[in-house]
């Protein structure tokens, strides 16, 4: 079975500062996708980036960026520059090949300090 | 642009009512899912569906049935409301190929 684990429910960053957000997964197919969301307070889940885990390639999409360690099924966020806009939840979530749903870790909450 | 809607933002019921939680997407997605959220606990999977009428059960089913008779709508229907229903609930879709999932803006649901 699939299971994501964030052992981070907080977090604090200067602004401007980088900032890693932990994940960690487990599964035993081989072919598989690893996400992660934002939500801000308003509660909508925003798609932030995507890592397959046949690309060699770790994931960016502008200021984001995921650390994929395939070995250690770790596929850590990192967010550039932080913005006070970046304090938000942070959801890290993974689905196995076919059609299966996607599953989730509990969250991190990150807040931006000016 | 992609869109998933869900009918309420906010929902205050008693408890023992029958509850409707309406999902609608127009990205013609096979698959379509409910989610249920709370503080510690993350997304779980209640109910999921990966066609019209065809539905399977996710993490926490108890309490919840789901309803699936046109490709682009998706409801969660709380059979007998309760307080330990109280929570936030987020409708997704995705393609049938591809791994993205896409959210409505989620409803708020007290029970009182």
């Known amino acids: 079975a699939q299971k994501i684990t964030q052992t981070q429910p907080g977090m604090f960053v200067q602004e401007k500062e980088a900032v890693t957000l932990d994940c960690t997964y487990d599964t035993s197919d081989p072919s598989y996708g690893l996400f992660w969301y934002k939500q801000p307070s308003s509660g909508e889940m925003i798609f932030l980036i995507y890592?397959?885990?046949?690309?060699?390639q770790n994931a960016t999409e502008g200021r984001y960026s995921l650390n994929f360690q395939k070995a250690r099924k770790s596929a850590n966020l990192v967010i550039s520059a932080s913005q006070l806009g970046d304090s938000a939840m942070y959801f890290c979530a993974m689905r196995d090949s076919g059609n299966t749903p996607l599953v989730f870790g509990k969250g991190t909450r990150l807040s931006v300090i000016a | 642009d992609v869109k998933v809607t869900q009918s309420s933002r906010y929902l205050v019921k008693r408890t023992g009512e029958k509850v409707f939680l309406e999902c609608v997407q127009d990205?013609?997605?096979?698959?379509m899912f409910w989610y249920r959220q709370d503080p510690g606990l993350g997304l779980r999977l209640i109910y999921f569906?990966?066609?019209?009428?065809?539905?399977e059960k996710g993490d926490i089913p108890e309490g919840y049935s789901v309803s699936r008779e046109k490709k682009e709508r998706f409801s969660l229907i709380l059979e007998s409301a309760s307080t330990n229903q109280t929570s936030m609930y987020l409708c997704?879709?995705?393609?049938?190929?591809?791994?993205?999932?896409?959210f409505g803006q989620g409803t708020r649901l007290t029970v009182v």
């Open positions: 890592q397959g885990s046949y690309d060699q």
């Open positions: 569906s990966y066609d019209v009428k065809m539905k």
């Open positions: 997704a879709s995705s393609p049938l190929t591809g791994y993205e999932a896409f």
């Open positions: 990205m013609d997605h096979e698959n």
